[in-house]
């Protein structure tokens, strides 16, 4: 009963069954802390964006936002969208990621409008180099965009060093690889919840499940060879 009530504590588990306590104790170190959810904006006009942010942190009090604007405004569209934005939601936004084209312009919006933002696509570009400069907040790195395990951990450990919140984020990848994802954030990150909602562009799962998913699961026997070697 205390379980279902949401007053199950470790004081109330220790008279508990052991095989009870364990059980419990399990199911309430898997259940998710803080209320962190990602959402996509520059899609629409930065006045309904800024309306749909002020709606759902209004919602949800508890509800903290990532946002990503993919580079798709320019600074004087990302100023317009931070004016429309409520007052009291803006100590809720996590970040912004990459709010304009031009990374002097992601920078210079920051500095006006004190929105935190995050690097993803400018990271991976020639010539950038990563250090901590006021206004960022966090880096999103995509490992399979990044290279092999080892680079991943040092792109991942020098965000940090500089102060970062460093995140580990998918790109277009299958259930297969969201499972790797996933141990990969928990065992370099496991403070910070990884961005890997995108499993919903695939239509079939693959090898692995992914949590909570439905899409139908394919098997290695399932799947057509691409072509043999000559």
Known sequence: MRWTAGEASESTLDAAPPSVGFGISCALAAMPGARVAKLKVGLYEAIRDSLTVNMLLSALPDLRLRLDANRRWTCDRALQFARYLAPGCLSRIDFLEEPCGRPDDSLAFA????????????????????????????????????????????????????????????????????????????????????????????????????????????????????????
Do not use: Y
């Open 111 to 230: 500095e006006q409008t004190g929105i935190p933002i995050a690097w993803n696509e400018s990271a991976r570009e020639p010539g950038f180099t990563l250090h901590a400069v006021p206004g960022v907040a966090a880096l999103v790195v995509k490992p399979s965009l990044t290279g092999a395990l080892a680079r991943c951990r040092q792109t991942l450990e020098c965000a940090q060093e500089f102060g970062l919140t460093a995140v580990i984020s998918s790109g277009v990848e299958s259930s297969l690889a969201l499972t790797q994802l996933s141990r990969l954030a928990q065992w370099l990150t496991p403070a910070v919840t990884p961005g890997l909602d995108t499993l919903s562009l695939m239509q079939a799962q693959l090898v692995r499940p992914w949590p909570g998913c439905d899409l139908p699961l394919l098997s290695w026997a399932q799947l057509e060879p691409i072509g043999t070697m000559p």
